[in-house]
């Protein structure tokens, strides 16, 4: 009862809280064209409920591998399977293309709907070092200390600026102090430090961190814990460091685990913080991805029940059900246009899905450790705002890539034309909202997102814009497009490094493997592409 009412009470504080702001601003503006999509819904709801528990196909095929998904896991399982060799694949793209790298596309502008940028690898990441290296983004020195990119992957400055205390300022630190010196000394000298068994303690990929127990210890507590143990009091400090695992881990200092917040500063061991980033985000790198495994999308299946493809083929389907067997693993694979379903009878399968959708549709799940409801996934709202002119600046500052409001509950704002090299800025934009959604239960959070009335999701993407610009901000507005991500990424709370689920995942071994960032605890590119190569190369020599 008390948690029915505490449910009560905060999904009514979300939507009175939102339902305001919404007054407010339709009191002085007429409200722009809206577009509202929750991905996955309400397929994944299908998922969750068992609706294809009994389906029957309408066909039967074998084939030799098939990927099912198409974010950063699977497409760089594709990249390094062809890359060796093997081109006889079929990938099934699920539920959204691109998955989390999807893009937002409004005649010729383009934007992220999902992630934006890929922080420059570490030495540890060799396989996303050899990705760029092929794609012609790394341009010299992939496994060197100081490897070269092309410049016009890098992100042009004015890389990012914070609003503080009325001011726009460049660095995202509010400001320095003797809290901030000392903190960013530790990072400095724990870029460096290596556990009891000689390896690097905060690696990234994190599979290939130190096991020494006694800095495995630091996943006991969170966070915020830990920064209160060491006596750092700063408030700009800690606004700063939960800003930070807000924006990479959806979830606070409060709530993340204190390994994980060291991590986000010491794991890639260089001092340089420039970003790849393309006005789509990593949607950009999917299609280079895409291109380099030349990737032939299918509008229907080839006729034949034993298909082969010279090229790797694409097709718009989902996986509902997946059963292995002595010598196959058999997929159910749901059309995502015309709903038909085939059996599709696979020598080796990579599953490139979130682990909370696999454990609803593979048959005897806890045979591979997974867990149905394990692991706590952040919700995100990811807006873009389709602009016909850039709003004025306030006090004649420079509009930064990355703009940033401090103490905002929101992760501020993402001008996608800031990479675009022109002599003169372009006539329309899209400036890209993103909200971490943790100040609520996630469970409480995900009934509002579904629920919630359009405008009251306007209001809440808006908050960062109009708190930069005022209300003349809505002037400038064309249409806008909210992306609902219910699930959007995996949360590395207290005890993910150890997670017995995540542990059964990782040494699972048969036809059926398993690639995902979440196989990490948490979500980043350089996790999933570990994961979708290391899948690979179990294909190979399965």
């Not at 685990?257 to 980033?277: E, I, K, M, P």
């Not at 799940?365 to 996934?377: E, F, I, P, V």
């Amino acid at each position: 009862m008390n948690n029915r009412r505490r449910f009560l009470a905060q999904s009514a504080a979300i939507s009175v809280a939102a339902a305001a702001s919404w007054l407010t601003h339709r009191h002085l503006n007429r409200p722009p064209p809206l577009a509202v999509r929750r991905i996955g819904l309400p397929f994944g709801h299908q998922l969750r409920d068992a609706a294809f528990a009994g389906a029957q196909p309408q066909r039967v095929c074998d084939c030799n591998v098939l990927i099912l998904g198409s974010g950063a896991a699977a497409l760089s399982a594709l990249w390094y399977l062809t890359r060796q060799g093997l081109r006889d694949v079929l990938l099934a793209e699920g539920i959204e293309r691109n998955g989390n790298n999807a893009a937002f596309v409004s005649g010729d502008l383009r934007a992220p709907s999902g992630a934006h940028y890929l922080a420059l690898p570490s030495q540890e990441s060799v396989a996303v070092r050899e990705m760029l290296a092929d794609l012609g983004i790394l341009a010299s020195g992939a496994d060197s200390d100081t490897p070269r990119y092309r410049e016009t992957d890098l992100v042009y400055a004015p890389a990012e600026r914070l609003r503080f205390r009325g001011r726009w300022q460049e660095a995202l630190l509010p400001q320095e102090d003797g809290d901030s010196r000392r903190f960013f000394a530790l990072i400095q000298r724990l870029k460096r430090a290596r556990g009891g068994d000689g390896r690097k303690v905060f690696a990234i990929p994190v599979a290939l961190s130190s096991q020494d127990a006694e800095w495995r210890a630091l996943d006991h507590l969170t966070f915020a814990a830990w920064l209160a143990r060491e006596g750092y009091r700063s408030s700009t400090l800690l606004w700063y460091l939960d800003y930070c695992c807000r924006d990479d881990y959806g979830a606070g200092a409060a709530q993340v685990s204190a390994f994980a917040g060291l991590h986000y500063f010491a794991a890639r061991g260089h001092d340089d913080d420039a970003v790849l980033t393309w006005p789509d985000g990593l949607a950009h790198l999917s299609q280079l991805l895409r291109e380099r495994s030349g990737l032939q999308p299918l509008a229907v299946l080839p006729q034949g029940d034993t298909l082969h493809f010279a090229q790797p083929a694409a097709l718009d389907a989902s996986a509902v059900r997946i059963r292995e067997t002595a010598g196959r693993v058999e997929v159910l694979l749901h059309d995502n246009h015309s709903g038909a379903l085939t059996l599709m009878r696979a020598r080796q399968v990579i599953s490139a899905m979130p682990l909370m959708v696999a454990a609803r549709i593979v048959e005897d799940a806890d045979r591979y450790g997974l867990l149905a409801g394990r692991g706590h996934y952040a919700p995100w709202l990811v807006s873009n705002f389709v602009l016909h002119r850039f709003p004025a600046e306030p006090d004649g500052t420079q509009l930064a890539w990355d703009n940033v409001i401090h103490g905002s509950p929101a992760l501020g704002y993402v001008a996608a034309s800031n990479q675009l090299i022109r002599v003169a800025k372009p006539a329309r934009t899209v400036f890209t909202a993103y909200n971490a959604l943790n100040h609520a239960d996630p469970a409480v959070l995900r009934a509002w997102l579904l629920d919630a009335p359009d405008a009251e999701l306007l209001a809440f993407a808006a908050q960062d814009l109009t708190a930069a610009y005022g209300k003349r901000f809505w002037r400038a507005v064309d249409a806008v497009d909210v992306s609902i991500r219910a699930h959007a990424m995996r949360i590395p709370l207290p005890g993910y490094l150890d997670d017995p689920q995540l542990a059964a995942v990782r040494a699972h071994r048969s036809r059926l493997h398993f690639a995902h960032s979440d196989l990490s605890g948490y979500s980043v590119f350089e996790e999933a592409a570990y994961w979708g190569v290391e899948a690979a190369r179990r294909v190979l020599a399965g």
